[in-house]
């Protein structure tokens, strides 16, 4: 056996991929040859094992080079247990500097717990109010309104509640998906001091955070905004491979109309339209919002991971936030053992 190795999707027979990727997670998944096509082309990052000129593994990230979401790891039954530690050890290396999640395949939890992921609390998939958790692997979801043991540390998270600084009866909020006209310096403040920085001069609005915040939401191929007459209160986007899945970002709302509802619809109305467009839409949260999200239409994710960067490394959390984040490693649920 002699495993090399190609970090580009040109020359990729999609129909040999397609065959691949059959055998591991079914018909369901992989569709066919143009589907899994259209799924790697808009995705970002990849990795293909080939045993001389037979593909035998893949896998493939979406990122908007901060956040990335891996996918589709697969490898031919005969390969198993041989390289999968080195096409995720590519993958990271190719995401390094970026925040890496995975949702991983129900039994594949420890494959990446391996590989220097951890198992994180607060993701979360919208599965819409019409019971489409049906059409996910068993044993992909907690129930709904799971709740850890140990879930809020509201007196030591750093996400404080803020006091209503504008009266319900005096907004009066429309919603839209569109992103003509937006003011990128107001979604950036939103996005600021949304999470508790409520003195502007916390938060400087540069213009280097404006051109970040306006292309960050330019390449989302979904946006979801909220207004109070002309005035942008709230705010989230996506990104996605424009086949299956799909990564939600940025949900923030003024901290001068928290608590009104508006994060809720902003975020269910992103995600009905991912989910119109036949997408899976994923999202990962702090600790202080599990509660937001720990209602119907929200389940949470069982098998999702993290991998820490070089940042996170440098300056670990505090053993409040470490709880509130992860699981102890190795952690399993009782129908795992």
């Given at each position: 056996m002699s495993i090399t190795y190609r970090e580009s999707i040109d020359n990729i027979d999609y129909s040999e991929l397609n065959t691949l990727l059959r055998q591991v997670f079914g018909t369901d998944k992989?569709?066919?040859?143009?589907?899994?096509k259209k799924a790697f082309i808009n995705s970002q990052n990849f990795v293909f094992a080939y045993d001389d000129q037979k593909l035998v593994g893949a896998i493939r990230a979406i990122s908007d080079g901060e956040w990335a979401v891996i996918y589709d790891i697969a490898v031919s039954k005969e390969y198993e247990g041989t390289i999968e530690k080195d096409i995720i050890k590519r993958l990271v290396s190719q995401?390094?500097?970026?925040?890496?999640?995975?949702?991983?395949?129900?039994g594949d939890v420890g494959l990446f717990e391996d590989n220097g992921f951890q198992r994180t609390k607060t993701a979360y998939t919208y599965v819409g109010f019409d019971g489409y958790e049906k059409n996910y692997q068993r044993g992909y979801f907690l129930p709904l309104g799971y709740r850890f043991e140990n879930e809020f540390f509201k007196n030591t998270l750093p996400?404080?509640?803020?006091?209503?600084?504008?009266g319900k009866d005096?907004?009066?909020?429309?919603?839209?998906?569109?992103?003509?006209?937006?003011?990128?310096?107001r979604v950036a403040k939103i996005i600021g001091t949304a999470f508790g920085r409520k003195n502007d001069t916390e938060f400087e609005i540069t213009k280097e955070k404006v051109d970040r915040t306006k292309y960050l939401f330019d390449i989302s191929e979904y946006v979801s905004f909220a207004y109070d007459g002309d005035k942008l209160v709230g705010v989230s986007r996506a990104i996605t491979d424009g086949a299956q899945e799909a990564y939600i970002q940025n949900v923030a709302v003024d901290p001068d109309y928290q608590g009104y509802g508006i994060g809720w619809q902003v975020v269910v109305n992103l995600g009905e339209e991912i989910q119109k467009n036949g997408l899976n839409p994923f999202l990962h949260t702090h600790p202080g919002a599990v509660g937001f999200y720990s209602h119907k239409g929200f389940l949470r994710n069982k098998t999702a991971l993290d991998y820490r960067n070089e940042e996170e490394e440098l300056?670990?959390?505090t053993p409040e936030m470490e709880q509130g984040f992860y699981l102890p490693k190795g952690y399993r649920f009782v129908d795992e053992l």
């Open positions: 992989a569709k066919n040859a143009k589907h899994t995401l390094k500097g970026q925040h890496i999640f995975v949702n991983a395949r129900v996400f404080p509640e803020h006091k209503k600084a504008v005096k907004i009066k909020i429309a919603y839209s998906l569109e992103r003509e006209g937006i003011d990128y310096e300056h670990p959390m």
